[in-house]
């Protein structure tokens, strides 16, 4: 099991390579399970926190390796999906989620709307300044941004086996995951899911959509399965093998051009990632 990211008090964010010059900006929405001691960990034991509830077990060392082996700059979201969700809209229902599958989470139950701009402020708006920041950094470099966001997802849900070994979420731009999914049939072993284990449209996440999408800029959202990533030698496959993959297909023409901005993202977002 992977320990904690974040080694000291208070940080909202870890930035790996920030120094590259590659246009690749690869993002970590549920890296961390770390809860701020102040929560009493939500009321929830050890072993919920570090299950896949806290967190997507094993995403944060898959983009690590893949950030190396690409040389690109990565953000990895400091702090567990239980305080906040950074990859929902403020406004979200799990943005503050009280029950995950068959977990409650007591420490969630009748927050404060200023309990909820606080826990925003402190752990989710520190690190989408940051993405945005560097998506500047690249344009005014005069590069192309091409973000890639990393998750992973558990075997089991609800007692339902997922049979998906590696997921491409895609909502209306598949440039990007066209060609992956082209490449990815070519090996039989990997069994691939198309918007498993849920649909990427803007009411169920939010960091793809209005950072890549809404602006028109390639992207990929991709989903590997928990149990694939349990130990270094496994990760380390899995990061060869998207790394591989990323390399082929950002030189091809797709990922050279911005796309119409979709504008009905921002307009849903504007009502949407306002704190309810």
């Not at 390796?65 to 229902?93: F, M």
């Not at 005014?140 to 086996?161: D, E, G």
């Not at 169920?204 to 028109?216: L, M, V």
Request: aromatic share 10%; proline share 4%.
């Amino acid at each position: 099991m992977e320990k904690h990211i974040l080694k000291i008090k208070y940080k909202p964010y870890q930035i790996i390579n920030q120094k590259s010059s590659n246009r690749i900006l690869l993002i970590c929405d549920h890296a961390s399970n770390l809860i701020p001691k102040k929560y009493k960990r939500l009321g929830l034991n050890t072993k919920e926190i570090k299950s896949h509830i806290g967190w997507d077990i094993g995403a944060a060392s898959l983009a690590k390796g893949i950030a190396s082996r690409l040389n690109s700059t990565l953000l990895l979201a400091g702090y567990s999906r239980l305080i906040v969700d950074c990859n929902r809209s403020l406004g979200h229902p799990e943005a503050f989620i009280t029950k995950s599958e068959n977990t409650f989470i007591p420490g969630n139950f009748n927050l404060s709307k200023a309990e909820k701009h606080n826990r925003a402020k402190l752990y989710c708006l520190p690190y989408r300044k940051k993405i945005k920041k560097n998506i500047d950094l690249r344009l005014k470099r005069k590069q192309i941004p091409v973000i890639i966001s990393i998750h992973s997802f558990a075997l089991k849900y609800k007692n339902i086996k997922r049979p998906w070994h590696l997921s491409v979420l895609y909502r209306k731009d598949k440039r990007l995951t066209s060609l992956v999914l082209k490449k990815l049939k070519k090996n039989q072993s990997i069994k691939i899911g198309i918007n498993k284990p849920y649909d990427s449209e803007i009411y169920n996440i939010f960091t793809i959509p209005f950072f890549a999408e809404s602006q028109g800029f390639p992207y990929l959202y991709l989903e590997i399965r928990q149990d694939l990533l349990i130990n270094k030698k496994k990760i380390t496959n899995w990061s060869q093998i998207i790394s591989k993959l990323i390399k082929e297909i950002i030189i091809n023409p797709k990922a050279n051009f911005i796309s119409a901005p979709s504008k009905d993202i921002l307009k849903y977002f504007k009502k949407k990632n306002k704190i309810i």
